[in-house]
């Protein structure tokens, strides 16, 4: 029996919501005040887990959710761009160090941070 990393559960229960909302969270908490409510039904019923995407580290923020593209960090420097729908890599950003703020989207922009001492911003 294989053993799956904390890390990759971790992402898999986290996006799982966010995809099945389908809705934009374009950073941690939903929006500017951080209230955490979000506009929407919410999940009417979770049937496990869609997809898995794997990282080469471990994933410690939360992501941001917009236009149907999840972009997480993770502790092998690169921030990810993931297909919430298929789980597929759309692209990747590679920094000087760990990434492991939450992103935030603007527009065409994500905005993040990393432990190299950047801010980062990516179109």
């Not at 904390?6 to 939903?30: D, E, K, Y």
């Not at 972009?71 to 597929?88: E, I, Q, R």
Request: charged residues 15%; positive net charge; aromatic residues 12%.
């Amino acid at each position: 029996m294989k053993l799956v990393p904390q890390w990759v559960l971790c992402l898999a229960v986290i996006l799982i919501p966010f995809s099945s909302l389908a809705q934009n969270a374009p950073m941690f908490r939903g929006s500017l005040e951080h209230t955490g409510v979000y506009n929407g039904a919410g999940v009417s019923k979770l049937n496990g887990v869609k997809w898995k995407f794997h990282t080469g580290g471990r994933v410690i923020s939360s992501p941001a959710v917009m236009k149907g593209v999840a972009y997480v960090g993770s502790t092998d420097s690169f921030l990810y761009a993931v297909d919430v729908a298929s789980g597929m890599l759309k692209w990747k950003f590679e920094t000087g160090s760990w990434v492991v703020s939450s992103p935030a989207v603007d527009g065409n922009t994500v905005y993040f941070g990393s432990t190299d001492g950047n801010l980062y911003a990516v179109r």
